[in-house]
């Protein structure tokens, strides 16, 4: 929609405030029905390797326990580079 006058873009101006609230405001309920669709079931099997991503020392723990599970032969862990003073 063009809006050609001060009348009709302030209009314009006026929906398109009203449908950002909207999305905004609604946020809560399509994000979550959303974030259903894009996870997956969790599927522990046997592997090449496990592999922990840097993040925390939790994820390094889980990891440990998944090796000591025997689910895989190797355990790779990820690292920031340090940052030289």
Do not use: K, N
């Amino acid at each position: 929609m063009i809006c050609v006058s001060r009348r009709a873009a302030l209009g314009c101006l006026a929906g398109a405030l009203l449908l950002i609230a909207g999305v905004l405001l609604t946020a809560g309920l399509w994000l979550a029905g959303l974030g259903h669709f894009l996870t997956a079931p969790v599927q522990e099997g046997q592997a090449d390797a496990i592999v922990v991503l840097s993040g925390g020392p939790e994820r390094a723990m889980h990891g440990i326990a998944l090796y000591h599970r025997g689910l895989a032969p190797q355990l790779w862990f990820t690292a920031m580079p340090r940052r030289r003073p």
